[in-house]
């Protein structure tokens, strides 16, 4: 069994930073792209930012610039520096892995729980 468990979110003040991460865990062979999502109340899931396991990184075009993906494949973390927040950014942030659990198997589409991130004054 796979597990992403996401930590960091909290409050912040627009202009302020946060720094989450996301720890993966249980049977896992190797993973493929990582990549942070968001969703804000209301709106649809969208995607802020993809590491390769190569370390190629994409970004949305709202974050570019304040927002930086990193991850460790020694030890299966991933991060996402915040800079520069804005209200906008206020959503919940889910970890996603593509990985696999054996050398044979097809890659599993993984999840975290979330972690809330609030920006206001």
């Known amino acids: 069994q796979v597990q992403l468990v996401e930590s960091g979110g909290g409050l912040v003040q627009p202009g302020g930073s946060l720094r989450l991460s996301c720890a993966a865990s249980g049977r896992i062979f190797s993973i493929n792209d990582m990549a942070w999502y968001r969703q804000a109340p209301g709106k649809e899931r969208e995607l802020v930012a993809r590491?390769?396991?190569?370390?190629?990184?994409t970004y949305t075009d709202s974050v570019k610039g304040r927002f930086t993906i990193s991850r460790d494949n020694a030890k299966n973390t991933l991060t996402l520096q915040m800079n520069s927040l804005k209200p906008e950014d206020t959503a919940v942030y889910y970890c996603n892995a593509q990985l696999r659990i054996q050398w044979y198997t097809a890659n599993i589409n993984s999840w975290g729980q979330g972690t809330q991130v609030i920006v206001s004054s």
């Open positions: 590491i390769t396991s190569g370390g190629i990184t």
